[in-house]
């Protein structure tokens, strides 16, 4: 049986990642500082016996004895992300070294969950890993714009340089449940806006667009990229059918049956424009696509936020 580090795994995708590798019969550390994740997304695995959870933070060294890692931790909304920048780029930089140290000690496979913000403000649509991408490096994003790219960095080199068995993963916009309620990311946001009948935030004038991948599809494809031997990414993972800001406050209002209206607020600085990913690359090399449309998912994440709010 391999076991697996998950870095984050009491986060959003940490926690389902950690139930599909159990479900798999996998034996899964999880480590975790809990600055944006909770026990209450991981408390179900508690009793598992192939399950154990430490409280760490990942800019410290860990020693631990696993086959595989899942490198996950990162706080990845932009409000959590913004509140604390330097320990962003601190986790993003030290915490991947020490990542990759262990990596490198233990001989385990390690898989980064880098993402669609290395494009920035993308001048390419949609995105394909060929493309370098267009970041500011001084904006209020760039803690984690920057610090996914130097992560991405140090991946390559320590592959170069000391022979580690890298994956990357370029995550798109993914959404599902266990996302905080006051994570700030626009499908939570709009979803617990309209439940609770207030206004529905568009920023600008809500005409940039997204792509919204399901939790579930996004989770296998990690594990797939895992998997797979002869490749090691970037990949894109996502999930291409693109939407405006406007067109998901929407469909939100009408999947809730929400008597809520949509207010503009001002556009958050550097907010890329057109979001898609281009993902031929992992149809091709890892056989994925993902298969649920964004209102079967808004409806399954709906749910969940319904139940989370007692309604
Ligand atoms: P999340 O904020 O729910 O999860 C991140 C987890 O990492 C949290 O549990 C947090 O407490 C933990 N963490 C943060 N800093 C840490 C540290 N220094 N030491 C230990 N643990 C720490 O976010 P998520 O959506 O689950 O994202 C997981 C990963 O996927 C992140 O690396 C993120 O950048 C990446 N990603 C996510 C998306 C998305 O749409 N969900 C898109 C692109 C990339
Ligand atoms: N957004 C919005 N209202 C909100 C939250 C977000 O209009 O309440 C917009 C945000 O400006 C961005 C898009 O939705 O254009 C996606 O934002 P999110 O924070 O989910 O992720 P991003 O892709 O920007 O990292």
Redesign the pocket.
């Known amino acids: 049986m391999d076991r697996f580090l998950v ?8 926690s389902h990642l950690c139930d599909s590798l159990l479900a798999k019969g996998a034996d899964v550390v999880c ?8 026990k209450d997304n991981i408390r179900h695995l508690f009793s598992r016996n192939f399950f154990e959870l430490i409280r ?4 410290h060294p860990l020693f631990v004895e696993v086959d595989k890692i899942y490198h ?6 932009p409000i ?1 992300y913004q509140l604390n920048p330097i ?1 962003t780029v ?2 993003n930089v030290m ?1 991947t070294i020490n990542m990759l140290g262990l990596a490198k000690r233990i001989k385990a496979r390690i898989l980064l ?5 290395v494009y920035g403000d993308s001048q390419v649509h949609p995105q394909p890993e060929s493309y370098w991408g267009n970041v500011n490096p001084i904006g209020l994003r760039s803690c ?1 714009d920057e610090g ?1 790219r130097v992560a991405e960095t140090l991946m390559m080199d320590y592959h170069r340089q000391n022979n580690v068995d890298i994956k990357i993963a370029r ?5 599902g449940p266990r ?2 309620i006051d ?1 700030g ?1 626009v499908v939570s946001n709009f979803i617990v806006q309209a439940l609770k009948k207030e206004s529905l935030t568009v920023y600008g004038d809500g005409s940039q667009t997204r792509s919204f991948c399901y939790v579930s599809d996004l989770v296998h494809a990690l594990m797939t990229m895992m998997d797979a031997d002869e490749f090691s990414g970037p990949v894109n993972l996502g999930n291409p059918a693109e939407f405006t800001i406007i067109e998901l406050a929407e469909k939100i209002v009408k999947l809730t049956k929400s008597s809520s209206k949509i207010v503009h607020k001002p556009l958050p600085s550097d907010d890329p424009v057109r979001r898609c990913p281009d993902i031929s690359l992992a149809n091709d090399k890892l056989h994925w696509t993902p298969k649920i449309d964004l209102e079967e998912g808004l409806v399954k994440t709906i749910d969940y936020f319904k139940e989370k709010l007692g309604l």
């Open positions: 870095t984050g795994g009491a986060g959003f995708l940490g480590i975790d500082n809990f600055f944006s994740g909770n760490h933070d990942i800019i996950l931790a990162c706080p990845a909304s959590h320990k601190k986790t915490g969950a880098s993402s669609s913000e984690y996914k995550i798109f916009n993914t959404y996302m905080a994570d990311r």
